[in-house]
Structures are given as C-alpha cells and as structure tokens.
C-alpha cells in the first residue's frame, strides 16, 4: 500500500467506517446463526443490515477540509469514483462473507444489486447534501423498503421498493443500477456542497 | 431562554430532522391510504406502526446535533462559565424536541385533515402523543450518544443498527415471545374499525418514551459516573418497560375504542343505525337500510329496525366472526364493508335482504347463497342481487348469477300467495339455522 494511499484512507477515516460497518454485520450474523436454525435471513432484515453496513461509508466521502483538498494538484473525479466503487465492493464482500457463519442475506445477484445501489444512493446524497447526511436517504428508504416487504404490484412499485424485489427482476435491477451509475457521477464530479472554511475546521 | 431556543431552531439540524421526519412519516401513512381511507383508528395504527422507523432517525438525528458540542471544540471555554450543564444543553435539546414532537403531530394533522367529517375521537390521538414523547426522549438520547462518541460514523450506525434490531427482534420472536416488543412495528393490523392502540401498548411505549426521556435529561445534566449509571439505568428500565408490559398478538395491542363502536341512528324511521366510525356514511346506508326494511316488510313478521354489525371482542381475522353475533328481535343486522374506491358500501340494501333478513342471524356463514339471493331479489323486485365483499370485489357473487335468476324466474313462475309463503318458509328456517334452504323454495322442503 503506497503511503499516499495510506495517508488518504487515514484522512477518510476510512478504517473506522470499515470497523463500524464489519462488527455491525458481524453482530447480527452471531444473533443470527445462534438463535435461528435456518441461515437464510428475510428479505427485509437483509435489506437494513445491507443498508447498516453502508451508511458508516457515508462520511467518509469527504476529508476534513474539502478546500485543502483542492490544493492538491491530482485529477480527483476517477479518484472519488473508485472509491465509491471500493465502498460497494466491501459492503459486497462483508455481508457474502457472513454465509460461512450461518445467516444469508440472499443469493449474491440481490446483495450486489441492494449494494450497489444503496452506494449509489449515498453517493447521490454525499453530492447533493454533503458527506455527513449522505446516509438519511438510503437508511430511510431501506427502512420503508423493509417495512413494505411485499415484493411485485405496479411497476412503479417494482423501482419504488427495488430493494426487495426477487432476484430475476428487471425494474429493481435497473434502478439500482441507475442509482450506482447517478452516484458515482454526481459524486465524482460535484464532491457536495460547499463548506465554509470557518465550518470545515470544526467538522473534525 | 426563548431567544436561544429560536436560535437554535433555525441554526441547528432540527428543522431538517424535522422535514426528515414529515417525509418519512408522510410516505408510510401515503402508502398505506387505501386502509385507512375514512378511518381514523387505522390512520392511528399506519401513524403508531411508523415510529418503527422514526424513532431511529430521531435518535440518528440527535447524534449529529451531539456531535456539535463536541465538533467545535468550545467545551473548555463553555465549563468556564458559570452555568450548569444543563442549561447550557437546553436550547438545543428543546429545539430538537418540538421539531421532532411537531413533526410527528404534524403528519397526525394531515392525516386528520383528509378525514375531516368522519369520526375522529381523541382516543385515536393517544399513542401520537406517547410517540411524540418517544421521539422526543430518543432524540435526546442521540444527542447524549453524539456528545459522547463524536466519530461521524455514530449517527448512521446508531440508526441503522436501531432499525435492525427491531426487524431482528420480530423476525426471531415466535409466537407469544416478548421479545417481538423490542420493535415499535405493529405485525398484526387491527382487524375492525373499532379498534385502538390497548392501554399496555400505550404504557409500554409510555416507559420508554420516559427511559430514553430520563436517559437524555441525565447524561445533559451531568458527566460523573453516578449521573451515567442513572441514565442508563433509565434506559434500560424504559427498554425493558416496552418488552414487559405489552402483551405480544393482537388481543394485547388492540383494545375497543368505546367512542368508536358506539351506535349512531339516523332521523326518521324505521330506525337505521351504524357505528360512530361510519356516522358520515349514515344518509346513504339509513337510504339503503330503509328501503330494505321496506322490502323485508312484504314478509309476516318482519324486522322493524337495521343495525350496523359489530363484534362485542376484537377482530380475529377470520371471516365467520362477522355470522356469529345474534340480532335482537325486531331487528337486522349488517356488515358495513366500505368499497374504497367510492367510499360507499355498494350493497347495503342486498346484503339486508339476503334470505329474508337472515344473513348475519348469528347462525354462522350458510352455505346455500344461491336461496338467500334467490330470496333477496324477489323481495327487491329486481332479477338478481349481486354482493360485494373487499376480498374479492363483486366475483364471488357473479359466479352464481345464472342459478340466482333462474332460481326467481321460476319463484315468480308461481302464484303470488305461494310465493310469500316459500319465502317465508326460507326465512324461517335460515332464521333456525338449517343450512339447505332451496328446498323451501323448490316447494320439495318436508312441511
């Protein structure tokens, strides 16, 4: 890992969102597996526990200063994608990662899918509200997903409640991968909005 | 002490927590407006089963406003003044609390608003108010938790980790267990429009709006560690208070809302009365009820009074419930089913005269529809009936239209004086509780 790497995931805070995100799926998977006897996890409680181990990447899509940020001299949008991508793919990874362990959160087309979107959700959020309310939106509408639970009815339901819609499903495949693409895009090229200096020195 | 609290109202994170909140809670009660349409105890339940997720971003949002005390890093320069904690902690808390309380309340007035004219009893109010004290106390917890962990991860965490185990608690919970309680998600709808949130629901709720309330109040006032073991002792007494006291499954959540069931009558006679939660339907079903009345009076000994159905228990999601409950004599009964599409029940008067008024006789569902319908068009004059249900709409009764027509094609074959008397023959002995009841109009019945 290069040093310039190192020093980025430090400035993110990137290692506390990993630890946050990983010992909260974590939690669920030992209550899981030592109270159920079976490993698959309902749709719903698999959506909120996707969206518990995303939201703590939320904050860390913005550094301490976003003006001193700008002084740096590197081409950031392919920067910000990746790690918005890397986001994902470890969201991806902690919750297949937990099969071994007895509690499955649906076959791996409808984890990639609710991650991919609910990241791109946040990714949305981060550019348009800031990096710190990034994750209302996504934990919000997860929640409504689950308390919906029902998959099927109008197509308007199939993109309204993507989240919880059967793996085959097309409407629920393209709106989470319209979300990812949205905010992967919005967040590369428009970071969030702009903080005041005086505000960014407090935001530690 | 108003001027900072206005302040604080306009700087701090309370009025987006608020919209959140109005957004959030608006989408929930939207979504489910097909059931609640015209009636204000089950806009309480879709308003009360929403906290499940309100009460998470409330605590969410109360954690980032924590985080700002902690953020500015003023704490030195603030103990330097010689205020208490507490009030220094004020302002913020209380902009926080009437922003969360107000936005709850606030999609309860919309809700209440677009039922303006039916029957809206302030029993139904009830659990809003316990649940505005709920988010009130969780959003000072968060600030609490937020003052205490400032990482910018806590707020998300603390939602996200709230909302699963909520969901987790009910998923794992079997049957009776108590543990179900742990979410604020309400797993059985009240299945009668005369049921409201039980007292032990509201008491449960109640402890631990006043845990998290007591928890966030102690950890303002003071950091020492007696001033912590308080609040969580507080929190834990409040947690423990919504496991213990509600009783899981719907005879625990759901109790009568006196107000609510009660009769109320039209003008006139013959009397026509419905329950208060169908009051604003009463001109068109006493209309209906009358001219059934009038139907059934071709018939000797006929009923002189209509009364709405009801169950004198809670609902218990089955559908012979409703072909229990015995009339008393001189009167009819029936089952008001409101179409949600028109708003109107489409077959008040149909229903009444099925079988010559002995639908819903307290004998239990018969099973020869095809007679009592048989029996219901003669005495309407018409060539069929056709009843709806909210199931399945007007299919279940189209299936047997042909047998229904011809069946009173033949009836009116006959001369007037027999006829009244097969349908008498049928009425009463619907009225005795046989179940094979086209024989009396066939003329094949034994005398």
New interface residues.
Partial sequence: MTRGLRLYLRSRRVPVAVAGSAGAVALVVAAWSSMMDRAGVPAGLAVLTTAMAAAPFGPTLAGPDPALDRTAALPWPPRRAAHLVACCIVVAALLLAARPFGADFGPVWVVLRNTAGLIGVIGLGAAVAGARAAWQVPVAWAALAAFMAAPGGPRWRHAALWMVQEPGNRIATVTAATLLVAGVAAYAIRVGPQVAPVEATMDQ | MIRPLRTELRRSNAP?VAV?LV??GG??AA?MYTFWQGQWLRLGYVHT??M??LM??AL?GGA?LGRRDR???AEDLLLSTGRPRWQRALPAMGALGIAVAAAHLLVLAAGAALLAGTYLGLRGAVAALVDALVLVGAAWTGMAAGRRWS???V???L???V??VQ??AS??AHGDDRLGNLSL?ISWPPDTVWETTSSRLLLSHLALGAGLLLTGVLLAAGASVLWRAGAFAGLAAGVAGLVLIANPGPSGIWQLDAGAYRYVCADGTPQVCVTAVHAHLLPGVSADARRALRALAKLPGAPTRAVELRLDTIGENDSDQWFRPKPPPGTVQFQLEVDPGTGRDPDVAESIVMGGGTRWSGCGHGSDDVAQAVAAAWLLDTDTVRLWDSWSGFDYADRYQPEVRAGVQALRALPGAEQLHRVTALRDAAARCEQDLMPYLTGQAAP
């Fill in positions: 987006a959140l957004v959030v989408l929930s979504s089963t929403g499940f997720i998470p971003l969410a980032v953020r500015t890093r990482a910018p991860v707020p998300p965490l939602a996200a980790a909302l699963v969901v987790g998923e794992i998600m």
